[in-house]
Structures are given as C-alpha cells and as structure tokens.
C-alpha cells in the first residue's frame, strides 16, 4: 500500500527540540523529492520544507530557515525534520508529503505542540 | 510571496448541486502552476488538481479546474456526499504558498 507515516510529535516548551519522522512505503522514495507541510490550529495550510530525491538539495519556508533540518535515508525510506529552537507559532500538525511542487500523497500528520 | 485568497469561505450546498469556488491571487501564476486540494475533518488533504485543469490519479470528472493569471476556478459539477469537504488552492510558480480554504457544507 502506497502510504507515509509521520512520527515523533509531541508536547514541548519554547526554545525546545523535536526530531518528526516519516516512513514511506509502496512507491520507490528514492525517486522523488520529499517535503513537510504544517497547520497551525484552525489554521491554513503552510509549506515547510522540501528535499531533493538524491537529498542534496534542501529549501526552506523563511519562517524555519536556520531553525528545522530536513534530511532523508533513501536505504531506510524514511523523510525527517530536526526542529529546533520552537516558538509557540510552530504549534502545528506536521505533513509529510511527497513531491516538490505540489503534493500528491500526504501522511495523517504528527502534532507538535509548543507550550511552557 | 504570492497571496492566494478563496472565496467565498463557506458555500451551503444540497447534494447535487454546482459548487463553484474562486481563488485568486495577487499576482500572476505563470505556467498555471496551481493545485487544489480536498480536505475532510481529520484527514490529511488529498490532491485533486495540478496545472490548474489536470486532474489527479482517480478524482471523478465531476471536479474540474481551470484559469489562468490571477483567477483560477475550481468546479464541483454535481455535488455528492463524499465531497462536503474544505478545499484549499496552492500555487508552485513562486515557492509555494496556500490559500485559506472554502468549506463546502450541507444546505
């Protein structure tokens, strides 16, 4: 079955870190480029992070430059997000999603709460 | 950034009827890069357009999308039960950026 699962979500204060992971199945992952799309609480949609299929090639929404980490293991097919120095404003679900552009497949998500 | 906004952002409708749902957006969307997406009450979204008029792997012929520039449209012919849902547009020519969403209810 062609399907992502996210996991690695959870409650965490201000300032504090999170590693988010996405396990991939039915589709050859190391084809396709990979990415993260959060939402916030009663909120839209907002792209995160995407990374190239080979993953050399990483991008960044302004608002987590500097801050998230995407990474891939195409021998594991797993995606990851290293999340770092979490505002309040990160409280989200976290998607995995395949594609770069738009996206295709999407895993139920993970929930990260940012809360002291 | 390029700003999407839908409108209108809730459409009370019966099974059966034409939706018709806006977005629009703030400045020109070259190549039509644009994509729609259903999402129901805790699932994650599906895709139902790309290239503002393809449709996806197995969506009915029902949704239909289309525009170009700044309008794009996305059409529901005939309303089923399955398909009461937000519905979120997305554009792919600057980054990528979404729209707030129309929700699509029971009249």
């Known amino acids: 079955e062609v399907q992502l699962l996210e996991s690695g979500g959870g409650l965490v204060q201000p300032g504090g870190s999170l590693r988010l992971s996405c396990a991939a199945s039915?589709?050859?992952?190391?084809?396709?480029?990979m990415s993260w799309v959060r939402q916030g609480p009663g909120r839209g949609l907002e792209w995160v992070s995407t990374?190239?299929?080979?993953?050399?090639?990483?991008y960044y929404a302004d608002s987590v430059k500097g801050r998230f980490t995407v990474s891939r293991d195409n021998f594991k097919n797993t995606l990851d997000l290293q999340v770092n120095s979490l505002r309040v404003e990160d409280t989200a679900v976290y998607y995995c999603?395949?594609?770069?552009?738009?996206?295709?497949?999407w895993g139920r998500g993970t929930l990260v709460t940012v809360s002291s | 950034e390029i700003v999407l906004t839908q409108s209108p952002g809730t459409l009370s409708l019966s099974p059966g009827e034409r939706a018709t749902l806006s977005c629009r957006a703030s400045?020109?969307?070259?190549?039509?890069?644009l994509a729609w997406y259903q999402q129901k009450p805790g699932q994650a979204p599906r895709l139902l357009i790309y290239?503002?008029?393809s449709r996806a792997t197995g969506i009915p012929d029902r949704f239909r999308g289309s525009g170009s520039g700044t309008d794009f449209t996305l059409t529901i012919s005939s309303l089923e039960p399955e398909d009461f849902a937000v519905y979120f547009c997305?554009?792919?020519?600057?980054?990528?950026?979404f729209g707030q969403g129309t929700k699509v209810e029971i009249k």
């Open positions: 290239g503002a008029a």
């Open positions: 990374i190239s299929d080979n993953g050399y090639t990483t």
């Open positions: 039915g589709f050859t992952f190391s084809s396709y480029a």
């Open positions: 997305q554009q792919y020519s600057i980054s990528r950026t």
């Open positions: 400045q020109s969307v070259s190549g039509s890069y």
């Open positions: 999603a395949k594609g770069k552009w738009f996206f295709d497949l």
